[in-house]
């Protein structure tokens, strides 16, 4: 069993379109269809509005030069 979560548009005629990934073999398969009863925002159907994410960025300056990660020197 695959899942695979996606975002379609359902037209006016209550079609929609979607393509698999290249995995999945022709032939006939059983589908599975769960429809939020809340459409998506506008701002979510099309990725290239939404604007850049942008996340905190902290600098704590250099790594101390003898600094150890090895699992002996971390933990006693």
Do not use: C
């Amino acid at each position: 069993m695959k899942a695979i979560a996606t975002t379609v548009i359902v037209t006016a005629d209550g079609k929609i379109t979607l393509q698999l990934p290249p995995d999945i073999p022709p032939g006939e398969h059983q589908v599975v269809l769960v429809i939020d009863e809340q459409p998506a925002p506008p701002e979510l159907v099309t990725k290239k509005e939404r604007p850049p994410l942008n996340f905190p960025v902290d600098s704590y300056g250099s790594w101390p030069a003898d600094l150890s990660l090895k699992r002996e020197d971390m933990y006693d």
